[in-house]
């Protein structure tokens, strides 16, 4: 088990962008390190499900990316610090929405929100026309 937490969102104009953090304990439960869990950010919009925005592996090496997203915004990890991040480029009104990172300790990344174990509380973005 991993604690997250997300920062950076935030109220930005169309075609902005922003930076989200997720940092994760420094200690799991399980006494893992950090650099064991693959990652995912999630977002849900008003009235709307979870949608699955991008995931990276263990390394940082596999990404994957909704088509909804790709080409705007960027998944990358720092392990030394314990957090991933989400570049987020371009930005469009229908991008609102909590911005949720979610960690599962495992090889593969996955976009089906089921398979994450840990989650955090979510951080607000709001993007006006």
Known sequence: ?????????GLEQAGGSLRLSCAASERTVSGRPFSTYTVAWFRQAPGKGREF?????RSGGITS????VKGRFTISRDNAKNTVYLQMNSLK????AVYACAARAGI???DRAPEYDDWGQGTQVTVSS
């Open 1 to 9: 088990q991993v604690q997250l937490r997300e920062s950076g969102g």
């Open 53 to 57: 925005v991008a995931a990276i592996s």
């Open 65 to 68: 990316y909704a088509d909804s």
């Open 93 to 96: 009104p229908e991008d609102t």
């Open 108 to 110: 593969y990344t996955s």
